[in-house]
Nanobody, 131 residues
Framework: QLQLVESGGGLVQPGGSLRLSCAASGFTLDTYAIGWFRQAPGKRREGVSCISSSGNSTYYADSAKGRFTISRDNAKNTVYLQMNSLKPEDTAVYYC????????????????????????WGQGTLVTVSS
């Protein structure tokens, strides 16, 4: 069974940092592009950052540029999202997902146009930025 598990969420003060992890089980991540997505209460899910299978190509939403860094350690079968200078508007449930079918031709397309083509999805980890 292909499964992704997110961890690392929590409560942090504005300006603080968190590192989210997305670990795979049942398959190896190294052949798939992986993305981080988030959904705030009452809002639609949005792409935050995506990384190619090799790690050579990355994409960041404007809201994440300069503050978030996506990386992957294929030896550990894990993708990370380092989040710095967190703001209250970053509060959301963060999900990771894999483009296991190779549907998207670029990580930008994956992050911006993501649809049901992404599979699997993790269960999400809650990030709350509040003082």
């Amino acid at each position: 069974q292909l499964q992704l598990v997110e961890s690392g969420g929590g409560l942090v003060q504005p300006g603080g940092s968190l590192r989210l992890s997305c670990a795979a089980s049942g398959f190896t991540l190294d052949t798939y592009a992986i993305g981080w997505f988030r959904q705030a209460p009452g809002k639609r899910r949005e792409g935050v950052s995506c990384i190619s299978s090799s790690g050579n190509s990355t994409y960041y939403a404007d809201s994440a540029k300069g503050r978030f860094t996506i990386s992957r350690d294929n030896a550990k079968n894990t993708v990370y999202l380092q989040m710095n200078s967190l703001k209250p508007e970053d509060t959301a449930v963060y999900y990771c997902a894999a483009d296991s079918s190779g549907f998207y031709v670029s990580v930008q397309a994956m992050c911006v146009l993501f649809t049901g083509a992404l599979d699997p999805w993790g269960q999400g980890t809650l990030v709350t930025v509040s003082s």
